[in-house]
């Protein structure tokens, strides 16, 4: 059986998470960054999470204020300059390459260390049983979100009405649970495959996350990025 990597779902942990999680999703050089389309990207998971009803806290607005004036001043023209060292000019989009190496760095250790033997030395079992070998990784829920807007992507927008929810957190964590009762490990996907609009999408996205909160479902990964999956604790 293959091991399996289990994916903690923690809080968001601030705008350069995100922005990192941008920048492997879309398989991009930090150095090089299209700053139009991190910018674009951002934005629209800042709108999500609004969407949501997510707290959004001021270092995440203050952050997407810093892209669009990156994003302003790589539009501007460039003056037409001998290349010295004297007259060039910085790149307006190290203000954020330096704080994403350095998060990635200091991640990339925390893994590192995580991953480190601890059975023996600070975990003990009885001799009798086995302990089923896995890789435990530590996943941002940017992940769901994105799992989300591709999910709102295959459904089109319903026409704006004021009325009463159709669909109720605790109906739709029941149903979940319910489903799992049966199945007891399913794709995350196959969820959103069987809402019938946006509403319903959302709906059930915030009722997983209740249950991941609960600790009543475990969200797990074959690999870092692969499909995630529902499994019933």
């Known amino acids: 059986m293959p091991e399996e990597c289990i994916v903690k779902v923690p809080v968001f942990e601030g705008p350069l998470d995100l922005l990192l999680h941008l920048v492997r999703k879309n398989k991009l050089d930090i150095f090089d960054l299209p700053i139009s389309l991190i910018t674009e990207q951002y934005l629209a998971y800042l709108e999500m999470m609004k969407a949501l009803d997510l707290d959004i806290a001021g270092e995440y607005l203050l952050m997407a204020a810093t892209l669009l004036y990156i994003k302003s001043q790589m539009l501007l023209p460039r003056p037409a300059e001998e290349h010295s060292e004297e007259n060039a000019l910085e790149d307006p989009r190290q203000e954020i390459v330096e704080p994403l190496l350095a998060l990635a760095k200091y991640q990339k250790a925390a893994e590192i260390l995580w991953e480190r033997p601890i059975l023996g030395r600070d975990i003990f079992v009885p001799p009798s049983q086995e ?77 997983l996350l209740e249950l991941a909160q609960r600790g009543a479902i475990i969200l797990i990964q074959s690999e870092p990025l692969a499909e995630v999956e529902v499994i019933k604790r």
């Open 131 to 207: 302990v089923a070998p896995h890789d435990e990784v530590s996943v941002s829920l940017f992940e769901l979100l994105s799992a989300l807007k591709e999910a709102l992507g295959r459904k089109p927008p319903t026409p704006l009405e004021v009325t009463r929810a159709r669909y109720l957190i605790q109906e739709k964590m029941a149903e979940i649970e319910q489903v799992l009762t049966s199945y007891p490990r399913i794709r995350l996907k196959e969820f959103f495959e069987k809402a019938t609009d946006r509403e319903e999408a959302i709906t059930i996205f915030l009722a």
